[in-house]
Each structure stands twice: as C-alpha cells, then as structure tokens.
C-alpha cells in the first residue's frame, strides 16, 4: 500500500531530480575544464543558463508547426517520469509499479522520438541531419540497453527497478561476473544517449559532426530551457540508474526512514564521483567520426549480450 | 422459438455485407449511392460483427450447419473464443476502415464503384466465414473467395501495367499458399476421410505427419500473411491497392493468416514438437528484421508500410514460436503469457497498421503523391490526418503509452522466463532472440520517424502542396475511430486482456486473467507486481500533467511571448525545401552500415555533371535469390514441352493414339 513516508519519498525524489540534475550537469562541465587545463565555469552556471533562456522571448522559425512547440514539454515530461521511477534514496517508490525496467527504455524511445521529429519540423538541412543521427544512434544503443536490463532482471528475476535495486543491494553479497559485463555496456550505452562524446560532443555547435545540438539549433527561450533541463533530467536519470543497477549499496529499503536521511548524502558522493570519472572518459576520449558509432555501440551491444549468456552459463546453476 | 445465437448474428451480418455488395450492382456507376449510402451500412454490420464476437467471447462454443456445400458435407460453422478475438478485430477495425471508405471513393478510373463496393462486401464476409468455418471444404472455399475478391480489389486501377503485376504476383503467391494448406488439411485428416475440424482433432497424428501438417500450414499461412520468402507480394499490393484496401488486407487479412497458424498448430494438430516453436521463432525472427531493414530504406509512403507489415507479421510469429516452445514443454501460464502477447499484438497492430494506410489515402487524395521524396510540411494543411498519424506511429514504433508497446513488453516478458526451458540449450538461445526483437522495436522507430518526418514535418518538397486538403469528415471519424481503438488498447490493455484470456484458456487450459483482475484494472501486472507492472493511464497522466503544469507554470513566473522569425540554421539563408533530407537522405546511414543486406543500383553525379542527378535504387534479393531461378525453370519446363506441342492435329491425334495403346497395355487384365 501507499505509505506516506513512501508517496513523500517520491515527492522529495522528484524534486531533488529536478534541483539535482543542472548541478550535475554543471559539475561535469568543471571537471572537464580543470582536466582540460581551462579555468572553469562556476558550478552553478546551468543554472544561470535556464534562468537567462526562461526570460528570453521564443523566436519560432517560419513553418514551425504546434508539434514544434509541444515536443519540448513532452520530452520534459518523459525525464520527469524517468526520475520518478528510477530510485535514487530510497527502493520505496509508490510510482515504481507505473512503468517497469523495459517501459522505462519506452519512455527515453517516446522522448527520442518526439526531438527528432521536432528537430525535422522547420525543415532545415541541420535538423533533418541531427534527426536522422539521432534515431540512429537510438536504434543502435536501445537493444543493448534492453540486453543489460535483460541481464539484471534475470538476476533479480523481475524487470522492476525498484525490485532489482533490492535484490542486489540487500541481499547477501554473491559477485556475478555477468554485471561487469553488463556494467561496461551500459556505460557505453549511456555515453551514446546521452550525447557524451565518444560519440557526440555535447560543447560545440557548428560542426559537421554535431548530433543533439543540430536538433535543437531552431529552439530559443524557454523551449530551450525545457529541453536542456532535459537533457541534463537525462543524465542524472542514466547516472542513477546506473548507480542503482551497479552500485546500489546505501539505498534505502521501505519504512526505513533513518536510511532515507543517509541516503542523501550518500548519493552526492557517488553522483561527484560518477560525474568526475565521465569528465575524465570524456577528456582522455576523442570525438568519433558517425560512422564509428555503430561499431561503438555494436560493442556494446555484444558485451550487453556476452554478460547474459555468462549469466545463463554460469549462474543459473546454482 | 430458440432465441438467436451469436453465431445467427454473425451469419446475418455476413448475409448483410453479401446484400449491401450485390444492391451495389443496381447503380453500379452511382458514386453516390454506393459511397455514401452502402459504405456506411457496411460499417453498421461490422459494429454488429464486432459487437457480437464481443458478447461471445467467454462463452461456450456455439456451431451450425449451412446446407450449402457438397451434397454430403454440409457448410460446418463452429464460434469458439479463439474465433471470437478475431471477429472482434474484424468487426471493429473493418467497421473504421468502412466509414472511411465511405468518403474515399470518389468518381475515377478504374472498376465502377458499384463492382467496387461488392468485391469490398464479399472481401469481408468472405473473411468472416474465414474465421467461422469448421470444416476444411468450408474453410478453402472462403479463404478463396478471400484471396479472389481481394485480388480484384487490388487491381482496382488496372488500368496500370505495374497493377496488373502486382495483382498477378499476388494471385500467385496466394495459390500456392492454398495448395500447402489444403494438403496441410489432408494431412491431419490421418486419411480418415473426415474433413471437418473435429474429425481432425480426434485424429492422432504421429510426430512425422504431425510436422509435415505444421510445416505446410506455416509456408500456406505464412504465403497469406507475409513470412519470409513468400513475402514478396506484399510489397508490391499494399501499393497498388486503393489506401482502405490496403488497411483491410494488412490490418485484417493478414491476421485471418495468424489465425489459421494457431487455429492448426495449436488445436488441430493436437500433439506439439519443441522443434516446431523454433522453426516459427526463426522463421519470425527472419522475417522481423528483414521487413524492418526494407521498411527504413522505402521511398514509397505505401511501401514503407508493407514492409512494416512484414515486421509486425514477424513479431507474431516470433510470439508464437514461443507460444509453442512453452506448450511443448507443457509450461502452459508461459505459453499463456506468449499467446496474449499474439493475439494483443494482432488487435494492435490492426489497429495503427490500418490507421497509418488509411492516412496515406488521405494523403494520396489530397496531393496525387506516393513518393516521400514529393511530399512534406503537410501538418499545416492537413492537421487532422497528421495528428493521427502521429497516434498510428508511436504505437507503431512500440512506444508507450500506445498499444503497440503493450504487446511488445508482453513478448519480452515471454522470453525473460526462456532460461527456465528444461532444455539443454534452447534455454541459453532463445533469450538471445529477445535481443534481435529489441533492434527490431528500435528499427520500425527509425522507420516510422522517417514516414512521419518527411511527410508532415518540414518544408513542402513541391510547391502544389499547399492547396492540399484536410480529409473529409467521413474520412476523419473513420480515422478518429481507429486512433481512439489505439488509446484505448493502449491505456487500458487489462479490459482487453482480462477478454482474452478466454481464448488462451481454451488453447492452453491456462489464462492471464486471475492475476490482472487482482492488480486493479489501472495496473497490468502479468505474473506479480514484484515481478513486472506497467500503468499507461498513469504513464499518459504524468505526461500530460507535466505537460499542462509545465506549461501554466513558465507562463505564470515567467511570460508566454513568442517572436515569428526565418529559420536560423546556424545563420545559413539560403533554405530552401530541397535542403532537407529526402527520403534517400534519411536512410543513407542504414543503407551504408547494413549495405550487404540491401541489393543496391546507385548513380553518383560527377563534378562535371551540368543537370547532376543521383538515383539509389533499393530491391530485395529474394527476387534474385530464389524468384528468378524458379521463374526461369518452370520457364525452361514450359519450353521442353512446347517442343511436344507442334500445334499440328495430325501429331496431337497421334499422341493420342500412343496414349491409348500404352494405356491398353498396362491396364491388360
């Protein structure tokens, strides 16, 4: 049933989502200018950013249609939705049962879809392009995202996360070798998804090989805002799950509201850290050309199927 | 007086579609009178159908004998629930597809509307018989006036040579489909002589002709409904065939195909081999992946959507490959799980398939136009049609919060519990396959965002297309009608499933229902909500509460103001339409990453080119494969024997006479 330390767990988990997710944003941004011997921008500067773009006018291009103009909060939306499901300080969700692992892949497909058809609406040759990269690069890391979700739900035996957040981090400690496949792919998989750059270079704009920003190169104000909070919902949403699939100690259980209290802490620890190691991936890492990526996240997706058939090989035995 | 059963209904209804098709005949050119007034009615009776399987499903099996047939094998009519989730699906998707037609046909070349509207009328209760026949001869007698109607349904415009073609591919592909399904049937008649379903059913084949039955049954159905390599006629009818045809044979027909498969493999065949489920499983696999690759890479709206159709057909065979496995091993709630995945994924899918070909006829009406590579920017003209379309898309691209998904989750569900196959290694492959379903999922995406994008979305590629129309209001409840049966299938798939499981309760002794029923109708939770749930309604809640909260929230704190401006495309000017990606364009990245699986013509411009054109043209190797070398032997047959027939009497007189010696000599007492 719905408790209410439960229904304000999930409240609390949202917002900390929403509050969360430009800092995180912003954290990486420092790490990888100190790595890259720049000077930093503050820690707060997405911050600024979506407060600068919610007061700026929209300027729509001629021939944007209403889609054009919906697909921003949709995708908002699906983050939100997104975050809500992914437990972050505690398993106890009460909207955990709206939308298992495999729909939780569905949601991020609905908000792919609807970016890359608003990045085709104006009809210019850079949205089309970005588009077009976009569903490719979807199409190639979703079967392997589904394949490491595969793996943990057969481990846990249920595609809940809520369930195999509990079944990994509270029960007694076996070492499956299948999650060190799986963790590998998955951390691939969310480089590619979340425009990071072995296979897309989330700084810049006006290069040829640009994916996410070319989509939304005809979005200003506060659509711009909504999709960069977005974007940034996007990784602390990948961020957690992954935290959740791969490091789950120190998550709360249900009813326990004195986990609750050290969860928070513990989570801005693994997030500070989980952030430096991706700005540290990024700058050791160089920007591939499109067509390697399908040999990035072909990798991936052999790894991701590689840790399932060890699970069933070695694990299932026992 | 006996009340009237639901199986009466439905003969009525048959009885009524046949009426309305032939007083068509009475104004045969009378565009009016057959569009505005039989159409509409046509849809009336499929309501009733639709309505009637509803109250039947659940209930006993109901039968009847027609005195039409053989002097001693009467017409045998038999409604069970497996039965009844079709006549469902048939009742309610024809009765959308029927008022949209109502406003499509217009005055035109091609058959008269009055012939029109009666091969459309027997197409349809031609497929209802279909679906209630309970013996063989009654079964091949309406799956042939199926396949013939529908025939000359597609080559309404035979005027065209490219018609005539597809056409004659279809009729072909279709006969020799019927021939394995009438051997099929004799087969498991086990020689007998008993050519009705319960005389196949007593019968007590061994695990050779129980095989060799299933294996005819899967090429013969598998002809109808598209599975590789019999799918080549798909390709080209769907585009050939006027858009509400189109959505009747790959939203409907094609499912008469997935019922027959599970009509025999799972209730006439009586026993089941595991091999089998892998045969479908493979064969499904197969078929998935290659209608998908195809569909990314067509320049042609329809056929887009008929490769999709192969896809979505190779999903349902994936699903009962597995259906199979599972039963074989007698793990019957698991096949249970699998079946309501195919028989959810056949309302689905006839559902949005129906939706987005209904839209390309609005589309077609409105511009003359089938390429992609002519279209664009018509969600400004056309907004209706594009917002429905965009419903058919995302459930077609098997995203929630449509119905697409549900099916989609239910299959792979399915294949999480393959591991707990006592079999040596099936257990380790078959969980792998969920992997190639998954890329198939995420491809029929890419697919239909290129459908989409390049038709509604964008600049408009040629300038007549701003005096493009909105579909009519017919056309537009016909659409509104299919896109609410996606919503609704979609948010609320508990109702439908709780339905089905009378269905799978009868194949399978086992059902899905107990376990929905006890979650509440907002939650689907298959197994256990420990193990896996899924709420769309709340799914759909949140996203539009966002939405409007999101929304009100930015204009209260902030300010709604909006600037019209050009395009900014990273301050280039010059954007014309002829700068977006063209339907080639879109595809060029598959085309290059997958390039072996695709048999490729291409012509590049050189620099010197004054008018520089590029062309690519895309075709499937099973026309080189396996069409061409057997089209090349049957015509080097015809060639040795044409060589027989001089065309001289004094010679044909003569093999005559030899005939009768030689005939005398072997018959000699």
Known sequence: MISLTGFLGQIFAVALALALAPLLTGWINQCRAWLQNRSAPPLLQPYYMLHKLFHKDVVLAHGASSLFRFAPFIVFGCMVLACAIIPSLSSDLPFAPAADALALVGVFGLARIFIALAAMDVGTSFGTLGGRREMLIGFLAEPALLMVIFTMAMIAQSTSV??????????ELVIYPSIAFAGIAF???????????????????????????????????????????????????????????????????????????????????????????????????????????????????????????????????? | MPSLLAIDLLLIAACLWATIGLAGLAAPRNTFFVARVLFPLGALAGLLVGATGFVALGGAAQTAELLIGLPDLPFHLRLDNLAAVFVILLGIVSAGISIYAAGYFRVGEGTAPGVLGLEYHLFLASMLMVLLADDAYAFMVSWEVMALSSFFLVTTNHRHDEIRRAG??????????????????????????????????????????GSVAFLLALFGFGAKAGLLPV?????????????????????????????????????????????????????????????????????????????????????????????????????????????????????????????????????????????????????????????????????????????GFVSEWLLLQAFLFSPGLPHSWLNMIVPVAA?????????????????????????????????????????????????????LLGVLPGTMIMKLDAATRQLLG??????????????????????????????????????????????????????????????????????????????QPIRRIFGPMFRMQRHFPSIRDRAPIYTVKVEDHFWYWLYLPIARLAGGISALIARVQGGRIAVYLMYSFVTLILLLLVARP
């Not at chain 2, 394995?180 to 196949?200: H, K, P, Q, R």
């Not at chain 2, 899918?349 to 590579?373: D, E, I, M, Y």
Request: with cysteine.
């Open chain 2, 435 to 487: 992997a190639a379903v998954a890329l198939t999922a995420a491809m029929a995406g890419f697919a239909l965002v290129k459908f989409y994008g390049i038709i509604f979305l964008g600049q408009m590629r040629e300038p007549n297309l701003k005096d493009a129309h909105d579909a009519c209001p017919l056309e537009k409840l016909g659409l509104v009608w299919l896109a609410g049966l996606t919503l």
């Open chain 2, 168 to 209: 004659y591919i279809y009729l072909l592909v279709a006969h020799v489909g019927a021939i394995a399904i009438l051997l099929s049937f004799g087969v498991m008649t086990g020689g007998a002589g008993d050519y009705t379903f319960a005389g196949m059913r007593a019968q007590d084949l061994s695990p050779f002709w």
């Open chain 2, 231 to 403: 799918h080549v006629w798909l390709p080209e009818a769907h585009p050939a065939a006027p858009s509400p045809v189109s959505a009747l044979m790959s939203g409907v027909m094609l499912k008469t195909a997935i019922y027959g498969l599970l009509r025999v493999s799972l209730d006439l065949v009586g026993t089941t081999l595991w091999w089998w489920g892998v045969v479908a499983l493979a064969a499904g696999l197969l078929t998935a992946l290659f209608g998908v690759f195809y569909a990314t890479v067509q320049s042609d709206m329809k056929r887009l959507l008929a490769y999709s159709s192969i896809e979505n057909i190779g999903l349902l065979a994936v699903g009962i490959g597995l259906t199979l496995i599972f039963h074989s091993y007698r793990m019957e709630a698991l096949a249970a799980l699998a079946l309501t995945a195919v028989l959810f994924h056949c309302l689905a899918h006839a559902g949005f398939k129906s939706l987005l070909f209904l839209c390309t006829g609005s589309v077609l009406h409105a511009t003359k136009q089938r390429s992609l590579g002519k279209l664009g920017g018509l969600i400004g003209p056309m907004p209706w049609v594009a917002w429905l379309a965009l419903a058919g898309v995302i459930a077609g691209a098997g995203l929630p919060p449509l119905s």
């Open chain 2, 510 to 587: 086992k059902g899905l229902a107990d376990r929905v029923a006890e979650q509440g109708w907002w939650l689907l939770a298959p197994i256990s909500p420990e193990r896996a749930s899924y709420a769309p309604v709340l799914f759909l809640i949140t996203i539009a509460a966002t939405l409007l909260f999101g929304r009100w929230i930015v204009r209260t704190l902030y300010h709604g103001r909006v600037r019209h401006s050009p395009a900014w495309d990273c301050g280039y000017h010059f954007q014309g339409p002829r700068a977006q990606d063209t339907a080639e364009g879109f595809s």
């Open chain 1, 162 to 171: 809520a369930t195999i957040v509990e079944t990994l981090a509270h029960r």
């Open chain 1, 187 to 318: 951390t691939m998989v969310s480089f590619a998804e979340n425009a990071r750059v072995p296979v897309d270079n989330p700084a810049t704009h006006l290069e040829l090989t640009m994916i996410h920003e070319a989509m939304i190169l005809e979005y200003s104000g506060r659509h711009l805002a909504l999709i960069e909070w977005a974007a940034s919902l996007k990784l602390y949403a990948y961020s957690c799950l992954g935290l959740a699939l791969f490091f789950p100690w120190g998550i709360a259980e249900r009813d326990n509201f004195l986990a609750l209290v050290a969860a928070l802490p513990l989570l801005l620890v693994k997030l500070a850290i989980g952030g430096a190691l991706v700005a540290l991936l990024e700058t050791i890492n160089a920007k591939m050309r499109i067509f390697r990526a399908p040999e990035f996240l072909g990798t991936a997706f052999l790894l991701a199927v590689l840790g399932l058939l060890v699970h069933l090989l070695l694990e299932t035995q026992a």
